[in-house]
């Protein structure tokens, strides 16, 4: 109900302010291309075969000054990915308290990371993605409301924002998609900068729920049947420890950036955490650095995932679970696990005023799997 009543709200107040109020129009786009360097490599969602539609989108995004601090602000985006089918990214009502406090309410990106508000604005970074080892925890929006705070901190502009509000949506779990719920979300962001340099920290919890139980382990055998199977054996406490059901989850991430004398550096650490489930640890973290030679700017990166599966989870009944329900726990537990090192080359040309040709060479190694991929992307990143 919370998620209809504010996306309404604002949607509505931005279709009815035509008659009284201006309404601003503004855009940006990504047009995009990728291959997979050999025939076995499925990295970023490309294969060997040349695609212009997996990472391009086009997107508007309307505001509207309705006057006595009072504004509202849509954004509507089409993925290639999804068939450039048209969605609600953004939706939300601002008012501007003081000059120093707005507060948003509707649809709003959740301020995980140094560039979440712009990770699908390609032109607002030099990189032709943002770095998915970081960025790629799997939902960006909630609905709620947020506290946008700016003052100055001595030398220091400081930028706070207090988010409360929740998600209901798409999750991935292992390359599967589920129906995901985190109720209760809660959190701050701090921001300081000061000439050429900023530190970030972030901080969210919320209760986090997954949708596994039509997931299925095998043919016939879905989670649902086989967490039956658990409890008939009494092992609803072995249950309880895979199953995701109102679990505290909770979001860490700093960063750093730096641009002086046209060096240009960024860096993120994050780690997500669902306790009393089998989701692992997630503990990411990128490293950038880039120069800037006028209009080119070649740069470098370097990212690293290690997601450490809890073996503690089916440990104790290593010795006392049969084998045919001992093997899908481990299985289950096991498939969280990733240790990955991503290196990334890549160059930004900016050809024109608002439009940035970019191209950028990404090599994946998965240390579980010994297995590497090495994709090419290029693309122009537009703003209108």
Known sequence: MLKKSLIALAVSGLLFTSAHAEVKVNGFASIKAGIALDSDDTLYGYNDSLDFKNESLFAVQLMSDLGEKLSVTAQLVGRGAEDFDVGFEWAFLSYQATEELRINAGRLRTPFYKYSDYRDVGYAY???????????????NIEGISFYHTTQLGNFDSSLQIVAGAYNGDAQISGVAVNAKIDNIVGATWEMSQDWYSLRAAYLIG???VEAEVVQLQPDVTFGDFFTSLSGLGLTGLVDEIDIKEEDGSFFGIGFTADKNNWLLVAEYTLVKVDNSFIADQKNFYVSVGHRFDVITPYVSYEKEDNEAKTDIYAPYATTLPTQLLIPVTGI???????????????????????AFKVQYSSEDNEIADVRQDVIAFGVDLVF
């Open 126 to 140: 030099d990189w032709l993605r943002v770095p998915q080892g970081v960025y790629g925890l799997g939902f960006d």
């Open 207 to 209: 209760k986090v729920s």
């Open 333 to 355: 537990v096991q498939s969280q696990a990733r240790e990955a090192t991503t290196y990334n080359l890549g160059l930004r040309y900016d050809f024109h005023p608002s439009a």
